[in-house]
C-alpha cells in the first residue's frame, strides 16, 4: 500500500542531507565580517582594505572566467540592473520563458518594458530560438533566456537569433551556477549573465545576486545601478576611507549586498564546485535507474555542456505512466514515500497567481495593452509541468542511499498508480 493510503514509506526516520550547508569556517568568516564593523559597502572600514561584497563581485567573475562581476542584493535585483545597463524602459518589448520563476517577467515590468511570454520546449522548459524568432516585433530589444533546473538554454541557436535581429541577450542563471557549453561557464555568451544566490540555490547567501559581464561599460553602469550612482574607489581605501564614490553618470538605486551576506558567499563559494562533482555523480546514478523503469527518463542536456549545474533533478516521465494520476497525485505520492519534497514545475507564467500587473497602478494600462496582444497557449510549458518531477540538488548531495530510495519510491508509486485515481471510489 503507498505511504499516501497509509502504507509503510520507503523511507522514514533517516534525515535527508540537509541545505543550506556550513561548518566553522562559515562561522569564522561571518564572525570576522561581524567584528569588522563593516557591515555595508556605504561604510567605511576602520582598517581599510576592499569590501568583501567588492571581493565577491572579482572572485565570482573569475569563478565564472568572466571579466567583471557585480554583487547585488538578489537576482531580481540583478536582472532589474541587467536591463538598465542595457537602455531597456518604456516602449520596449523583452522576449520571456514562460516557464521560470516570476521575476525575469517583473524584472521587465520595474523598468516600464512589456514582458512577452513564450513557449518553451515541453521536454527542457527552456526557450528556444524557435520560440524566441516567432516573438520578435520591431519594439523587441532584448531576450531573458532562462537555464533551466539541470539543463541549459540551446545557446548557440538562440544566440544565432538575437545575433541577426541585434537583441540584447540576458542570460539568467539562477538555477546554473557554473554550468559550462564547449568549455565556457553560461552567463558569459549573452551581454549580461544575472544569478540567484538566495538560500534555496546550490551558491547560497540567503539573500543574494550578481551579474557577470565582459563589457567594461556596462559593468560601470551596473555598480552606478546597484548603489545609487556610486562606483567604486580606484584603489582599495584607506582606513577611514569610503570606498564609494560618487559618480553620477546613471542615475541608480539601492540594491547592494551586505557585507555579511559576501562573508557567507565567500566561504559557499570555495564549496561549490566538489558539491557540483558529488550532485553530477548521484544524479549519473539515478539517471541510470530511471532509465530501468519503464516510461521514467531524465530532462535532455543540449551536446555542447560539458559541466551542469543541478538545482532541480528532473524526472521526466511518458505520457500514461502513472495511469490516470495526474501530476499533483503523482508528486504528494512519491513525497509520502520519501519524506522529502517531490514536486512539479510551478505552473507557466500564463496561468501564475504571481504575475499579476494589474495590481500595481504604474504596470496596469501597459500590461492592457500588451495583453492584447499577448499569446494565450504554452502547450510545451503546460506539457513539461504535468511531466516532470522536481527534486532539490541536496537530495544528490548525500549518498548512494538517497539515490536508492528516490527510486524505490517511483517504482512503488507507478505499480500502485491506479489506487491514486480509485481510492475512495466505490467499486
Ligand atoms: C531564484 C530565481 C530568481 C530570483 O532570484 P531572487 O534572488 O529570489 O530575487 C530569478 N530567476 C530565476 C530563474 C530563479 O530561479
New binding site residues.
Partial sequence: MLAIHGGTPVRSGVPWPRWPRYDERTEHELLAALRSQRWSVSWYSPRGGKSRERVFGEAFARYNGAAYGVSV???????VIALEALGIGPGDEVVVPAM??V??ATAVLRVGAIPVLVDVDPETGCVTADHVREAITPRTTAVIA?H?ACTAVQLDSILAVTGIAGLALIE?C??AHGTRWAGRAVGTFGDIG?F???A??TLAGG???AAVTDDEDLYRRMLMLRADSRGYTEHAPQPGEYELVELGEVMGGNYCMSELTAAVLLDQLSRLDDQHLRREQRAEELEAGLHAIPGLGSIPVPGPVDRRAI?EYGIRFAPDTFGSADIEQVAAAVTAELGTRVYPPRPSLHRSALLRPRTKPRFAHFWDEAAATARREFPGADHYREHTLLVHHSVLLGERAEVEDLLEALGKVRSESKSLTTKGESP
Avoid: F, I, R
Fill in positions: 542584493d538578489h537576482g531580481s535585483g540583478a536582472l521560470t520563476w521575476a525575469p532562462v533551466l539568467d539562477s538555477q544575472v540567484s544566490l538566495g534555496a540555490k539573500e543574494g545576486g538545482y
